[in-house]
């Protein structure tokens, strides 16, 4: 278990609800280097194997989104040259380029968040303010990895039978694909059936329920969740003061390096950093115990 994941989900939530709603509205150069360097870091730190799996997926889609833009905007005074009459602007490149950093860091911060905030974790949060809607999400985003497991190992056993929807006729390929789709409709309803009947048989639904839980609030929960509160209002405060915005229209605006600048883009990295810090510091403090064993 990663270092990070063990500290108390309210700490969790809130560090990445801070996280993507910051990403979400920081469109300044600055601060989209460092949103992109801390959620790849991140992703490297928790999911290090799918995170390289799935940059297959990135790199395609920053270069889409980067296209799109100089492709539908025309604005802009650097004109570099001129497609079906109209303008190619530095500016709109750039512009999505930034869009482009800023949608990818989301996800990334999405995929980190899928794997710390396990459903346990949610529904402890959110169980007693809605129960029923804290389930119905914890239930949806499971069933996902569930159903492609499930259709996963029905086509590999299709395939045994001759049942192999990715060869032979075009008649042949469509009978299988109904086949395993029936399958999995047949089995995704009584999996339904068991899921309910186990929910009845463990009381779900009576009043005065109790609930256990093995989330404890500890004191360095605290501490970190007052770190990242700090920061957070810090970096809201560089947000009314200007230090966050940045034009790419009709110009390039001047980038700030002021003292006040760089203390707030120092703010943001340490706010964004704070779960490479925890695991870096644990990956020190066990190499120190291995060495003195």
């Known amino acids: 278990m990663k270092a990070f994941e063990t500290f108390h989900p309210i700490v969790l939530f809130s560090f990445f609800v801070v996280a993507i ?36 997926l990135y790199v395609p889609l920053f270069f889409l989104m980067a296209m799109i833009n100089p492709l539908i905007s025309h604005n802009g005074q650097l004109k570099l040259f001129y497609l079906n009459g109209n303008a190619v602007t530095v500016e709109a490149i750039m ?16 995929s980190s968040y899928n794997t710390v905030m396990t459903s346990d974790k949610f529904i402890y949060l959110f169980g007693k303010v809605s129960p029923a809607l804290s389930l119905t999400l914890s239930i949806s985003l499971r069933l996902v990895p569930r159903f492609r497991h499930q259709l996963a190992q029905i ?4 395939k045994v039978i001759g049942m192999d929807y990715t060869a032979g006729s075009l008649w042949h390929r469509i009978k299988c ?3 395993i789709l029936s399958i999995l409709i047949t089995w995704a309803l009584d999996n339904a059936i068991d899921t309910a009947d186990s929910m009845k048989a463990r009381g779900y639904g009576i009043k005065k329920r109790s609930a256990f839980s093995l989330f404890v ?12 509160l700090v920061l957070f209002l810090t970096n809201l405060a560089a947000g009314f003061l200007g230090t966050t915005s940045f034009y790419f229209y009709p110009t390039f605006s001047a980038l700030k390096w002021d003292i006040g600048s ?4 120092s703010s943001y990295l340490l706010l964004l950093s704070i779960p490479l810090i925890i695991e870096i510091r644990e990956a020190f403090k066990w190499r120190s115990l291995k060495s003195t064993m």
């Open 21 to 56: 709603g910051l990403s979400m509205f920081f469109m300044h150069p600055v601060y989209l280097v460092i949103t992109i360097f801390s959620a790849i870091s991140l992703n490297i730190a928790l999911r290090r194997q799918l995170f390289f799996k799935d940059w297959k």
């Open 95 to 110: 512009y999505g380029l930034a869009i482009a950093t800023m949608l990818v860091a989301v996800m990334l911060w999405f």
């Open 155 to 158: 086509v590999q056993a299709q």
């Open 177 to 179: 694909i109904v086949r």
């Open 217 to 228: 609030f500890e004191r360095r929960d605290g501490v970190v969740l007052a770190i990242i």
């Open 262 to 265: 760089i203390l707030f883009y």
